[in-house]
């Protein structure tokens, strides 16, 4: 009985782990066992091979060594979970392959140990991924009912729906393509009214786009939405990526 | 025969980081290298040519811990060059968020990554802990909760909150929900007296390791401390061994360090320059802010009681943050009962300029600089985070720990060994995530 827990941490900032830290003392139920997480526990390089039901990764390939740790770790794993945007589509990491000026030359990638990796990714690229849960990071509610709905066999819960339909802030109709006066407003400006869309009052909001499930927890705080959950399209929930999915994007794409 | 010890990820710190020992003949300890394992993820470099607006938001995602510090601390680094003002609501907003993710990350770190090695020996989660101590698990979890759901009432999420943006905040904090964390903050009494029985119960046991394991003779630095912990604004308060005290601006004490490249470390080691490498190193964090405090509090009495008022002791540390907890709750009630009222956010004009800020982060003084063109662009961006200041400490005090430990080993370092030095990192909280933001460094020396 009980299910073994994996937790992870590539190229990031913890903060998924902090966030599924605060599901609380659900997690720690007897059903569940963590057997090897660097955060949580001692003995992180004896448990990295420990046998797991659920892997959970967190943060972008950024060094050789994460690409290798993965690789070693996922075939121990019998289901793997991307938390957060940087594991999922490489979020804030992948940003650092705009400094191009510091990517390591070839001979440095050759070496042993923890080079920088010559394109920050995903895990997807390396290893199989069978769940997604997007955001920076992922509220704990979401992580949750996922994990859960894995432990419990039960299916996971999907969100087809965008953070602008979880929104419940006054719109007129349809909000203007091209913002009031053909420039859209920033955060520098005065603060929004916190009662109408960000849209029509000129301010970019990414709500539209971005996959729901936040009960749009920054827009409720006066913050135009980041996307930082990512796209729609891309996920369409924690639906695993089919190939029909692919080829739907790249036709979008091109 | 010489021979070299390897800790290879060191558990329960955030982020990534490992220790080579390199023992003589004799198995005494002669070296120590602390070696940030994780490269940088480039911030200063992505930065350069984003519009400002965008900068605090983005700055926050340097750490999932302390998250609020760096986007508070960007915001004060652009407002600094635009010499911009801020509603006296917006700076009350941002020090009520700061002191609940103080106490959110310290209960993580003294509950979850701390406690388990320093309560019972070999245990190794918080959960090993909960059939023996099942009301120090509640107390903990309670605690974390409620500087995240303060962090969420005003901030709307409970992680990477960003609404701090150049000018003020823009949420409002309205009546009903002042009134929310004020009842938040009134239910922490049961679990701030477990914690701190548990805390004191550990220094009454374990007095002598408490006072000299690990323990080194540093500079402190950190924000001019009075009455209350201020966390946000303050002039930097630099405390030499001998007891002098300096007291600087922001941009003084970036001319007054240097950052010493390591072969062996992604993360830089700064210190002051006139005072050499060694001798230069300063500490930071709640170890420091206690120091030069002289808060009305029954629990920094206590602390002053049990470690005089100058102490060196680096498991202090451990203690020093559950201080600081009654501190926060206390400075968070003092905010709400002042009064906030609807002005929170002031319109910012980029210029031409140059800004440095500091704030007080959980783990201690954390710099920003920021320099953008008149159109808002960022043109130049650097990041010192605290971590970064105390990569030197730390080494020095795992050569410490590690000679006390391996004393009359004969070189010999079992996983048990291991475990007990790695205390010792973890009473600097360490957040390697945060260390390597910025400045990005090819290493030569094959890790």
Redesign the interface.
């Known amino acids: 009985m009980g299910v073994n827990i994996s937790t992870i941490q590539l190229g990031g900032c913890s903060g998924c782990h902090v966030s599924i830290l605060d599901i609380g003392k659900e997690l720690f139920r007897g059903e569940i066992n963590i057997v090897h997480s660097y955060l949580l526990m001692d003995k992180v390089t004896a448990t990295i091979e420990a046998e797991s039901d659920i892997l959970i990764i967190e943060g972008a390939i950024l060094t050789n060594r994460d690409e290798k740790l993965i690789k070693l770790m996922a075939p121990h794993a019998k289901k793997v979970v991307a938390v957060g945007s940087c594991a999922c589509f490489g979020g804030i990491a992948c940003l650092g392959n705009l400094g191009t000026p510091f990517r390591p030359q070839k001979e440095d990638f050759d070496e042993p140990g923890h080079k920088l990796h010559p394109l920050i990714c995903s895990p997807k690229a390396f290893i199989n991924v069978d769940y997604f849960i997007p955001g920076c990071p992922p509220p704990a509610d979401v992580i949750r009912d996922v994990l859960f709905a894995l432990i419990e066999g039960k299916p996971v819960p999907e969100f087809a729906h965008t953070v602008c339909d979880e929104c419940d802030r006054e719109r007129k109709g349809e909000p203007p393509p091209i913002p009031p006066g053909g420039k859209w407003k920033t955060l520098l400006d005065k603060a929004p009214d916190s009662r109408k869309c960000f849209l029509e009052q000129g301010y970019l909001c990414l709500g539209r786009q971005t996959i729901g499930g936040c009960k749009a927890s920054c827009i409720k705080a006066n913050m135009p939405c980041e996307g930082c959950r990512g796209p729609i399209f891309l996920f369409r929930g924690f639906k695993k990526f089919t190939d029909e999915e692919k080829g739907e994007i790249l036709r979008c794409l091109k | 025969m010489s021979k070299v010890i390897k800790i290879?990820?060191?558990?329960?710190?955030?982020?990534?980081a490992s220790v080579t020992l390199y023992l003589d003949k004799n198995g005494a300890v002669e070296k120590v290298e602390y070696l940030a394992?994780?490269?940088?993820?480039?911030f200063d470099?992505?930065l350069k040519g984003k519009?400002?607006?965008e900068v605090p938001?983005?700055a926050a995602?340097?750490?999932?811990?302390c998250?609020t510090a760096h986007n508070i601390c960007a915001c004060k680094a652009l407002e600094d060059a635009w010499e911009t003002p801020i509603p006296d609501s917006a700076r009350k907003i941002r020090e009520l968020l700061l002191f609940a993710n103080t106490v959110a990350s310290h209960a993580?770190h003294s509950f979850?990554?701390a406690a388990?090695?320093l309560l019972v020996e070999g245990a190794?989660?918080?959960?090993d802990l909960?059939n023996k101590y099942p009301d120090f698990?509640e107390a903990g979890?309670e605690l974390?909760?409620i500087g995240?759901k303060i962090s969420?009432i005003?901030?709307?999420?409970?992680?990477?909150t960003?609404?701090s943006?150049?000018?003020?905040v823009?949420?409002?904090l309205e009546q009903e929900k002042q009134d929310e964390v004020m009842r938040l903050l009134d239910s922490t009494g049961k679990s701030m007296k477990i914690m701190n029985d548990y805390f004191h119960r550990i220094l009454f046991n374990r007095k002598e390791y408490m006072l000299s394991f690990g323990r080194i003779e540093s500079h402190f630095l950190s924000l001019k401390q009075r009455k209350r912990l201020e966390l946000y604004d303050s002039p930097l308060e630099l405390l030499m061994k001998n007891g002098k005290v300096d007291i600087l601006t922001p941009a003084q004490i970036l001319e007054r360090i240097t950052e010493e490249e390591k072969e062996y470390s992604?993360v830089r080691h700064p210190h002051i320059t006139d005072l050499g490498s060694e001798n230069g190193q300063f500490r930071v964090g709640p170890l420091a802010r206690i120091q030069n405090a002289g808060w009305d509090n029954p629990a920094f009495h206590e602390f002053r009681k049990n470690f005089g008022p100058l102490t060196q002791s680096t498991m202090g540390y451990d203690v020093a943050r559950v201080t600081e907890m009654f501190e926060c709750i206390r400075g968070m009630k003092d905010i709400i009962n002042s009064g906030l009222d609807k002005d929170?956010?002031?319109?910012?004009?980029?210029r031409e300029g140059m800004g440095v800020s500091v704030v007080e982060a959980p783990r201690g003084i954390l710099l920003h600089q920021y320099e953008t063109d008149n159109a808002?662009i960022i043109r130049k961006a650097r990041v010192i985070a605290p971590t970064t200041f105390h990569q030197g400490s730390i080494e020095r005090s795992i050569f410490e720990a590690a000679k006390t430990v391996l004393n009359g080993k004969k070189g010999v370092c079992s996983?048990e060994d291991k475990?007990k030095i790695?205390q010792v990192i973890r009473a600097y909280d360490p957040?390697m995530?945060c260390a390597g933001a910025t400045q990005?460094r090819?290493i030569k020396k094959?890790?």
């Open positions: 290879d990820n060191v558990a329960r710190i955030e982020g990534h394992t994780e490269p940088s993820r480039g470099i992505f519009h400002a607006s938001r983005l995602r340097i750490c999932g811990i998250y993580l979850f990554l388990p090695g190794s989660t918080i959960a909960s698990l979890m974390r909760m995240q969420e005003i901030a709307g999420r409970k992680v990477h960003t609404i943006v150049p000018g003020g823009l949420g409002i992604y929170m956010k002031n319109v910012a004009h980029p808002g996983d475990i790695e957040c995530s990005l090819v094959p890790i």
